[in-house]
């Protein structure tokens, strides 16, 4: 049976990039290059996530970026950040600290880990719209 050219090509092109994937990937585990970032698990905090009452009956919206410092238990440890509002960054600081992470890892331990999060209040005018404004971070 013959092979075509092209798919002979085609054949040793993939396994090339493969062999080099391979080849980074056992240097990055002999280096302890192989992490992960500390992951939002979820869950709704109602009593921790209280949007705050003077915002809201002015319909002001905020988007907060938070730095976060979270522990190898997936726990909140500390958090700063700033809002564009003021009135928004007591409440997101406890309401972050009130929700569950899963850890950052190296090399599958997990580890305490510094990580960025955007947090967005939105303000309804019944329309449906949200009245916050994205950010642009990058």
Same mark, same amino acid.
Do not use: E
């Given at each position: 049976m013959r092979i075509s050219k092209g798919l002979a090509l085609g054949a040793a092109a993939?396994?090339?990039c493969l062999a080099a994937h391979a080849a980074a990937q056992s240097? %990055? #585990? /002999?280096? =302890? %290059? +192989? #992490? $992960?970032r500390a992951q939002f698990v979820g869950g709704f905090r109602p009593d921790a996530?209280?949007?705050? %009452?003077q915002p809201r009956r002015e319909g002001i919206s905020a988007c907060c970026i938070m730095d976060l410092d979270i522990g190898a238990d997936g726990r909140v440890l500390t958090s700063d950040g700033h809002c564009t509002h003021p009135a928004f960054l007591a409440p997101t600081q406890r309401c972050l600290a009130a929700q /569950?992470?899963?850890? %950052? $890892?190296?090399? =599958? +331990?997990p580890v305490r880990a510094l990580q960025s999060i955007e947090y967005e209040w939105r303000s309804w005018d019944g329309s449906g719209a949200g009245l916050c404004q994205k950010l642009k971070t990058s």
């Open positions: 993939v396994f090339a240097v %990055a #585990k /002999s280096l =302890g %290059a +192989q #992490k $992960t996530c209280r949007y705050p %009452a /569950s992470f899963m850890p %950052a $890892t190296v090399n =599958g +331990q």
